[in-house]
């Protein structure tokens, strides 16, 4: 017992014994977090607008079924209203011909294709509400 007290005494002197002294080793290194900020990815929607009609090419007089939706990122949405206009003398300027509560991801409109020029290209746009954003695109069709 008495020779591993003595050699743990031996072993622990010159530990103590060993200077403290810092001021000529200069400044003491510190390891310190360093925060790199790094660009996060801004996703930005893309949005579509798909409208189309169930015949291009209506006889006179028939009915032409008009569908829109809008797509964000692919996917239809809804719970919003559509507005379609299309060229009509007894409509007022500015009123849509149409506006629906679009549900299930689409909105449909009937246009009735009487009183429209034969041969002659009849233009509709298609109009979405959004999150304050206004997104609109267009079909039409043609009566024979």
């Known amino acids: 017992m008495k020779r591993t007290f003595i050699l743990i005494l031996i072993v622990m002197l010159p530990i103590s014994c060993a200077s403290n002294d810092t001021s000529s080793s200069g400044p003491a290194a510190s390891i310190a977090p360093q925060i790199v900020s790094s660009p996060i990815p801004v996703h930005t929607a893309t ?10 090419e209506p006889k006179l007089g028939s009915r032409v079924i008009l569908y829109g939706s809008l797509l964000k990122d ?13 060229p009509d003398e007894n409509q007022e300027r ?17 246009i009735e294709s009487e009183g429209f020029r034969s041969g002659v290209y009849v233009p ?3 109009t979405f509400e959004y999150q304050g954003e206004i997104y609109s695109g267009q079909t039409g069709f043609t009566p024979r």
């Open 47 to 56: 949005f579509e607008i798909v409208a189309w009609v169930d015949n291009p």
């Open 74 to 86: 692919g996917v239809h949405l809804g719970g919003m209203a559509m507005r379609a206009t299309w």
């Open 94 to 110: 500015g009123v849509p011909n149409c506006s629906v509560q679009v549900i299930y991801g689409s909105g449909v409109c009937i």
């Open 124 to 126: 509709v746009t298609v």
